[in-house]
């Protein structure tokens, strides 16, 4: 299957054959995605099995800019042998839990099974230890083995030691992070409502602009507000580009009064349009933002300028008998650098509609999902078209030839 089906799949469905386990932060879960228990009443073990031994944790969080407890800050505790280990179930002891602190800071989990144990501390506002990584360099997953995720997180997480019937002590500092507030707006004047903002982070050892793990109890990480604007805090310092996302992502599910409406998972979808802070839809020419420690920057706003926008619309089928195909992904590229802009994908009945185009020249990489035949799947080729986008482009018909077999 090509790259560019796969990520249609990934958009649309869970793959059941990957092994994607997000780390301690998506959804307030843990590395391994082991059931965690609330801690509300200063109990954070789960399921213990009163025969084995346990250990407990006491500790105490504070702000380092105020010196004054970190009131209701998230702890979440793991074993350092359980990162990056399966979903499972009905364990004899516990191996991962969270609690709150209470007004004085301070916080108690128990009935923790010996070991070595890896700590987390999170408040609104204050840097987000993982935030120096990427999304992709704290996944597991069959392309990515879990030795590395779990060296970096040693490497900026603090650690404590579980023994059998006592209590460890551990005092957490947190650091007040840097912010990023803005505002996007149509080119009318109106707010961009509800759309998805994206920050990216310059990785000096890869040279190269990085998705920044925030935590978040749920995609996206951070939306405009009905005025457009938006604030990203935590950041520790370095240099960052933001950028915001159209059409916004999904929404409820929920009829009018009561019942539920079914996804159309037949729909065409026409991928995003992402503008960058510097009015551009290209990451190489965005504007960055450098933040020192704590740093509070303002009015990195952004325009989506709808006048200056094309759509492309048209039909995919098959070049063989010419019947529709359901399955394609069309995925747009820059001429001059081979940059990716978009992939989009074709409706059930072979249809595409991208009404956010930017003019300029662009490579349509056009490829279809093999279908049931007669003999078996049948493949088709993927091809690359030239697209030259200076008006409204539409009833463009594409032809995929068979795969050469």
């Known amino acids: 299957m090509s790259e560019l089906l796969h990520f249609r799949l990934g958009i649309r469905q869970l793959s059941s054959s990957t092994h994607l386990i997000r780390t301690i932060i998506s959804s307030c879960t843990l590395l391994c995605s082991v059931a965690v228990a609330s801690a509300s009443d200063g109990r954070g073990g789960i399921g213990q099995n009163v025969s084995n031994p346990s250990g407990a944790v006491r500790g105490y969080v504070y702000c380092a800019d105020t010196g004054q407890p970190a009131r209701f800050a998230l702890v979440r505790i793991q074993s ?21 602190t209470g007004l004085d800071g301070s916080f108690l989990i128990q009935d923790l099974s010996p070991g070595s144990y890896v700590v987390l501390a999170t408040l609104e506002g204050y840097v987000f230890p993982l935030a120096q ?20 997180i040693l490497e900026v997480l603090p650690k404590v030691n579980i023994e059998p019937d006592q209590t460890a002590a551990l005092t957490l500092r947190l650091e007040r992070g840097a912010d990023i507030t803005g505002i996007a707006l149509y080119d009318d004047g109106s707010p961009v409502i509800n759309a998805q903002v994206r920050i990216y982070r310059f990785s000096a050892t890869k040279k190269q602009w990085q998705d ?12 405009t507000d009905d005025r457009g604007g938006y604030r990203i805090t935590g950041l520790p310092a370095g240099r960052y580009l933001v950028s915001v ?23 065409s979808y026409p991928g995003y349009l992402e503008m960058y802070f510097g009015d551009t839809v290209r990451q190489k ?25 094309r759509t492309v619309s048209g039909t995919v089928s098959a070049e ?38 930017p003019e ?13 035949g007669p003999h078996g799947l049948h493949s088709y080729r993927i091809v690359d078209l030239p697209l030259s986008v200076h008006g409204n482009l539409t009833g463009i018909e594409i032809s995929l030839p068979d795969a050469q077999r």
């Open 285 to 309: 020419s965005a504007t960055a933002v450098d933040l020192t420690a704590g740093e509070h920057r303002s009015a990195v706003d952004i325009h989506f300028s709808l006048s200056k926008l």
């Open 360 to 372: 300029g020249d662009y490579i349509a990489t056009v490829s279809a999902a093999p279908e049931d």
């Open 212 to 223: 920044v793990e925030l935590p978040t109890d749920g995609w996206p990480l951070r939306k």
């Open 133 to 152: 990584f990427s999304w992709d360099e704290l996944i597991v997953d069959s392309q990515s083995p879990v030795a590395p995720v779990r060296k970096r």
């Open 320 to 357: 063989s008998d010419g019947h529709e195909l359901s399955q394609v992904a069309l995925q747009l590229t820059f001429v001059d650098d081979k940059s990716k802009f978009l992939i989009a994908h074709s409706g059930r009945d072979g249809t595409f509609h991208i009404p956010f185009v």
């Open 245 to 267: 996302r159209i059409p916004p992502d999904g929404g409820s599910s929920n009829a009018i009064l009561g019942g539920q409406i079914s996804p159309d998972f037949g729909a």
């Open 80 to 100: 350092v042998a359980s990162l990056g280990s399966e979903p499972h179930s009905g364990a004899d002891t516990p191996n991962a839990a969270r609690t709150t």
